[in-house]
Structure formats: C-alpha cells, structure tokens
C-alpha cells in the first residue's frame, strides 16, 4: 500500500510538472522584454572575450552585472547556443532577433526549471501532512506542488517578460529543503552558490546565517529552550567558513588575480541608479514618493512652494531615473540600508532567541525578504517573489500564515501586470493571474475549513478592489485625455494601492512572529 501511494505520489507530481512545462512552451511567442536582449549580450560577451574582459566590456549598454557562476552558466549555454545560431554570438548584433535565437532563450529558461522542478518536489516532502486527507487534491503536499510550480509572478516574469529566476529559486528551495533535512551543509553549500549566481540573495543571508550557527554551529539546547553554550562545535563553524571560502574562491578568485575585484563590485553594486527602478515596486519608498508628489500638488495650491524651483519631471513615464524629491528629504543608498538593517533586525533575534526550528528559519527568511523589499534601494518588483515562494511553505501549515500569504501573493502578483504592458499579454497575464489566485483561495480555504477564516472583512474588501483598478488602468484611462499629460498615473496607482498591501502583510507577519508564543515540545527540540 506505502509503494502504491508513493508511486501516486510521483504521478500527480509529474503530472502537475509536465502540465506547467506545457504551458511554458505555448507561451514561447509572447512579448519579451530588453532582458531578452540582455540576457543574448551576456552570451555574446562570454563566448568570444577571454575572463579578463568580460567586466570591462561595454559595447551595449546592458553590460554583464551578475555574479561570476552566472557569467560561467551564460558561457555554458553559449556553447549550445552556437547551434541554433552562431549569429546571437556576435557582441556587435544589438537587439539581434532570429526565430532560432527566440526558440533557444525561450528553451533554456524551460529547461533550466528542471532544477525548480527538483527543488519543489524536495520541498513537498518536508511539509508534515498531518491533515490526512483522502481526496489528493487536499493534500498540503498537493496544494503546495501548485502553488510553487504553478506561481503566477515566476511564470509571466521567466517565460513572458524573460529571466532565468526559475533554475535561481530552485537553488535557494533546494537549500531550504536540505535544511529542513538537516542536512545543513549541504543547504550551505547551495545557498552560498547561489550567491555568486545572483547576489539579491543576499537579502536573506542573515536568515540563514543565524540559522545555520543556532541550529548547527551550536548542538543542543537547555530544558528551557535557551542555548547551551557548552555545545558550541568548533569542527562545525570551520566546516561552514571552509564551504563558503571555497566557494568564494572559485568565483572570485580569478578576478582577485587579475587585480578585477573592485571592477566586478562596481558593476554588482551600481548605486549610481535611483531609489526607485523604472516599474516602481510596491514598496515604502513608492509610498514616500506618492506623499512627495501629494505636498507638492497641496503646495502649489495653497502658495507654500515656489512654482520656479519645482525640478521638472521629477516624474515621467517610469525610466530609470534619480527621483527628486520636493518636499521630503532625499533618500540616499545609505538611508535605505540603516533603513534595511533596522527592519531585518528584529526577525533575526526571533530566529536566535525563539528557535522554533524550520519554520522559524522559513518565518525569518520571508521577513528578511520582505524588510529588503520594503526599504532597500533600486528595488525591482520582481523582487516580491523571494518573499512569496517561501511563504507558500508556510501556508499549507498553518491558518495564520495563509491568510498573509493570500494578500501578499494576490497584491504582488498584481504589482507585476505593468511589466506586461502590450495588448496581446493583457488576456494571458488576467487569465493566470485569475486562474492562480482563486486556486490559491479555493485550495488554502479547503484546508483550513475547520478554523476560523482566513481573511477578515477589510481585507477581503482591499483585495476585491484590485478588480476596479485594473479595469480603470486598462480600460478606462488610455481613452481619456489624461493619458497624453499624466502617463505615469497607472503605474503610481498600482504601485502605491499595492504597496498598502504589501506593507500590511510584512507588519501582520512581524505581530504574528513577535507575539508568538513556544511551546514545551518545541522548546525541548
């Protein structure tokens, strides 16, 4: 009987994975973004210039600035690359388009999700099904297989809009899995590769820093649940410091020896960008903004501001601009980060002086991400899927934790729609998104029918409203006269409406991680 739901379990799984491939291969000839162009400029610059140039070279203006193992994996794909068409290869082509280079980015991004694929189905046998249902469909492992491999914002941003974030979170899940195995260093090792993929992950490092020298550097615990400071393993920390040296070393080696360290730093680091990126993310700083913009309109109206010394589009259409503001200090990188690194703080001494194992870890990492999200700067919208994916982890445990993760997942999967901003996206991007959202609310409701429900009324009517702000950005406003005048009206009214959301979840999972109280059993563990 354990083989024949075991060999159940592999079908529906397959299932769902082969069902959501199929998807990505029918959204092959969708709009694409300049990532698209991005991305073939990497593949270029690494396939005919020796390492020693590849941080220097700036021919197009989307220059190489992600860590080394990607600049390597780009190298890697490079090479298949040439059989498709040699032509995408050549640094000069800019904005070069053939079928094939189309059929060969699109295939790369579907076939590195393999490894997502592989992450997801790991993470699915670290949720306790302690709710033993008889129908497949209600099974906490079931419901999280959808939620992650079906994610709304992962599909539109890597097989729409174009990126590789599927085969990166697949690393970052797979290093959440092995940790809920505890197998830490495996999860270590993973997790530090994944750094040097792409460094936004370092937004959650303090999560598993702690974690990793709570629940392993240190063995065991008193009957209270505070830390034995006796089993402290120095053999474990020197593990840890060799795992992440290594990997250090491999990446970033060749370019100390070549003297390139600070080149490659600069082009991780540009702060030479604006507080905002050119889709404002849903963030506290979309919210100052909005309220920059507001005195200043009030201002004028009551004769406080000088019309003359108004900086003249301080806001346009959304490019990737320094934003002046008017009337409330400017912010500067090192505002965000003081900012960053108060909101992160508290999380991190829950995970130290709270340890509630796995999902304390996963608690903490969601915040670490949302606290990023909330104030770092130049902050992409994309950036609201490291919080969303690992908190689905979460929803299928616990009703507290489904219902955050139903706001936040229905307020930023909507802040993506300005991603995909051309008419024939407009059905596909409302099709997913409803499709995905009352899945997400069907299924989690399902699971938690026995508890009380998971959204209260504000929050239902918040979320109700998205249906009238999209049909007035979409619909409504392109036909009146405000649209030649005032184009970035759509994109401020999305960002700050879900902006409200997004901070109503990351302070409603912070109340709930704070005032949690630990239990006997988990104290002892």
């Known amino acids: 009987a354990g083989r024949a739901m075991a060999a159940g379990g592999r079908s529906w799984f397959r299932a769902l994975a082969l069902g959501v491939s199929f998807l990505k291969c029918l959204l092959i000839p969708a709009y694409y973004s300049t990532d698209f162009e991005v991305h073939r400029n990497w593949l270029a610059i690494t396939h005919n210039l020796p390492l020693s140039q590849w941080y220097y070279e700036a021919t197009s203006e989307w220059t190489l600035d992600y860590p080394p193992f990607f600049a390597w994996f780009e190298y890697a794909l490079s090479h298949v690359a040439k059989y498709f068409d040699p032509k995408m290869l050549v640094i000069e082509n800019l904005n070069y388009t053939s079928r094939a280079t189309i059929f060969f980015q699109r295939f790369s991004v579907i076939f590195t999700d393999i490894l997502f694929i592989y992450a997801v ?3 699915c046998r670290c949720v306790n099904g302690k709710r033993a249902a008889k129908d497949i469909l209600e099974k906490p492992t079931f419901i999280l297989a959808v939620l992650l491999l079906w994610n709304f914002g992962l599909l539109i941003v890597d097989h729409i809009h174009f990126q590789y974030n599927g085969f990166l979170f697949g690393l970052m899940l797979l290093s959440v899995a092995r940790l809920c195995q505890k197998r830490y260093l495996e999860g270590a090792l993973l997790f530090a590769v994944l750094l040097h993929f792409k460094h936004i992950y370092m937004y959650v490092a303090p999560a598993y820093g702690i974690y990793l020298l709570r629940s392993y550097c240190f063995t065991a615990n008193n009957a209270d649940g505070s830390l034995k400071w006796r089993s402290f393993s120095f053999l474990h920390v020197t593990l840890l ?22 080149q490659v730093i600069s082009r991780l680091f540009p702060f030479k960008r604006g507080l905002c990126h050119a889709y404002w993310a849903p963030n506290f700083w979309a919210l100052y903004n909005a309220m920059d913009k507001a005195l200043t309109i009030f201002g004028l109206k009551c004769n406080f501001l000088d019309p003359t010394k108004i900086p003249k ?3 346009t259409g959304g490019l990737v601009q320094e934003f002046q503001h008017t009337v409330l200090p400017s912010v500067t990188p090192l505002a965000t980060l003081i900012c960053t690194f108060i909101s992160i703080l508290p999380s991190v001494f829950c995970l130290w002086f709270k340890p509630q194992g796995p999902r304390g870890f996963l608690q903490c990492l969601v915040l670490c991400a949302l606290s990023s999200f909330m104030f770092g700067w130049h902050v992409h919208e994309k950036a609201i899927l490291l919080a969303i994916l690992p908190l689905s982890l979460l929803s299928v445990q616990r009703a507290k934790d489904a219902g955050i993760y139903l706001i936040l997942t229905t307020t930023g999967h909507f802040s993506l729609f300005p991603l ?19 899945y997400s609310f069907s299924s989690l409701k399902s699971l938690f029918r026995r508890e009380r429900p998971l959204l209260n009324w504000l929050e239902t009517i918040y979320l109700a409203q998205l249906v009238p702000l999209e049909i007035f950005c979409e619909i409504i406003f392109p036909l009146t006269p405000w649209k030649g005048h005032f184009p970035f009206v759509p994109l401020l009214l999305t960002s700050v409406y879900c902006a409200l959301g997004v901070a109503y979840a990351w302070l409603k999972l912070y109340v709930s991680v704070l005032t949690e109280r630990i239990s006997v059993r988990q104290k002892a563990e």
């Not at 995909?420 to 009352?438: A, D, G, N, Q, S």
């Open 121 to 123: 189905r790991e993470c």
């Open 241 to 262: 410091g060799l795992i992440v040296c290594l990997v250090s070393a491999l990446s970033l080696g060749p370019f100390i020896v070549l003297g390139q360290l600070p």
């Open 420 to 438: 995909l901003f051309t008419p024939p996206e407009l059905p596909i991007k409302i099709l997913l998104m409803l499709l995905f959202t009352v």
């Open 313 to 315: 589009a301080s806001m």
